[in-house]
């Protein structure tokens, strides 16, 4: 009797450690999966990517749609990582845009437009995609797709999310080793 009552106690702890670390990403009122480590500006882009290098990190911005079972995908499997949320919350101010949504955005050519009209003008088609922003909008910037120094259409595994962020952190784009061969480098566990 002792050992059927440990072995059921034993049973419950694992369950309730399993669902302890099965996070259920947060749904905000606008329908969309929520990270408490997101910004909510103004979504002046020029602003935005100011303010994240007086913070020392980089501008990311993700646009996501209500019902998006990748999203939902990323934020319970990929950004509940505790490695890869801290990476990206020590690194990275992300800033959420809705693909539908009627919210402002000003792009860094001063043009205001809505979230939607972002998404069309940046030619996002998929959700989610997100877009990395350099640390100073280029001079003559048109867009945010056009100054965006790397866009990661689609919801991938943690290792190619984690890598995309560091790749992006280190300025990879401005070196020799593209991100897929960064990528297939930190797969084959080489040194960086």
Known sequence: MVQRVWLCLSHMAILSLFFAMTAVAEIGDDGLHKQPWFTVTFNDVAEDIATAR?????????????????????HETVFSDPDVKAFIEENFMVVQYNLYGAGDVTDVDGTTTTEKGAAKRWRVLFTPTVLFMPDVVPE??????????????????????????????????????????????KLGGAAE
Request: with cysteine.
């Open 54 to 74: 007086e913070d020392g990190k980089r501008l990311a911005i993700i646009f996501e749609q209500r019902g998006c079972s990748y999203c939902k995908k990323l």
């Open 140 to 185: 003559g910037g048109k867009n945010a797709r056009d100054v965006s120094v790397a866009s990661m259409p689609g919801a991938f595994q943690k290792g190619t999310v984690l890598h995309m962020f560091e790749w992006v952190r280190n300025k990879g784009y401005l070196k020799d080793e593209t991100f897929q061969e960064f990528h297939a480098r």
